[in-house]
């Protein structure tokens, strides 16, 4: 392990305490199946060829792709916060004393490579899977939700047309255009077991079957 800089010693802060974002990170950090995912994206991911510039490491990209997901971080927002968050450097394994963080258009390539292979729904599934051989899931209750993903209404596909993915929704007397994320939620624990997502004007019953897993005694 490579000595600390004066960038992430600790020594100095007498009074700091954990705040509940360290407190996340800590568990994320033995809950999570990171090896496991590594697993699944390595074989898509870039390799180091001559002398050119080296690619991020997987293990790094990996962990904030996770942040972004856990505290909903855009690219560039989630270059920023890791600048001024030292929890979350630490989950990286970013030490500014001797690197810089990776930029946005690096979080972006990495994101959109997910994307293209479509290994989100795997690394969801992974992480489920491992959750369950741990006995954290699954029980027999489903909390159902639906949550609005908001864009603004001139987004565009490649084709300069507003997104056929996306629709115009009113929630209460507020209209909204984008998608829909429908969750299926354990009871017992709270850890998500399923996600679909829609266009925003799709009812919430419509996707209902599909966010249970089929042992449930109760919704």
């Known amino acids: 392990m490579s000595q600390l800089t004066f960038a992430t010693a600790t020594g100095f802060e007498r009074f700091r305490k954990p705040t509940r974002r360290?407190?996340?990170?800590?568990?994320?950090?033995?809950?999570?199946?990171?090896?496991?995912?590594?697993?699944?994206?390595?074989?898509?991911?870039?390799?180091?060829?001559?002398?050119?510039?080296?690619?991020?490491?997987?293990?790094?990209?990996?962990?904030?792709?996770?942040?972004?997901?856990?505290?909903?971080?855009?690219?560039?927002?989630?270059?920023?916060?890791?600048?001024?968050?030292?929890?979350?450097?630490?989950?990286?394994?970013?030490?500014?004393?001797?690197?810089?963080?990776?930029?946005?258009?690096?979080?972006?390539?990495?994101r959109h490579l997910l994307e293209t292979h479509q290994l989100g729904p795997t690394l969801f599934e992974t992480v489920n899977?491992?959750?369950?051989?741990?006995?954290?899931?699954?029980?027999?209750?489903?909390?159902?939700?639906?949550?609005?993903?908001h864009a603004p209404s001139s987004t565009k596909n490649a084709d300069q047309a507003r997104d056929p993915e996306m629709h115009q929704t009113a929630k209460g007397r507020q209209w909204y255009f984008g998608m829909k994320a429908h969750l299926g939620v354990d009871s017992r624990t709270k850890l998500i077991h399923t996600v679909r997502a829609t266009a925003a004007n799709v009812a919430d019953s419509i996707v209902l079957p599909q966010l249970l897993h089929g042992q449930e005694t109760r919704v």
């Open 129 to 149: 899977a491992h959750l369950r051989a741990q006995g954290l899931t699954v029980s027999t209750g489903t909390i159902v939700d639906a949550t609005i993903i």
């Open 22 to 110: 360290d407190l996340f990170l800590a568990e994320m950090q033995h809950v999570v199946p990171w090896a496991d995912l590594c697993a699944v994206i390595e074989p898509v991911y870039p390799k180091p060829e001559g002398a050119g510039r080296r690619p991020v490491g997987l293990e790094r990209m990996r962990r904030i792709y996770f942040l972004q997901q856990w505290f909903n971080l855009s690219d560039p927002a989630v270059e920023e916060t890791l600048y001024d968050s030292r929890a979350m450097r630490t989950f990286v394994g970013i030490d500014l004393g001797t690197e810089p963080v990776p930029d946005e258009t690096t979080v972006c390539r990495f």
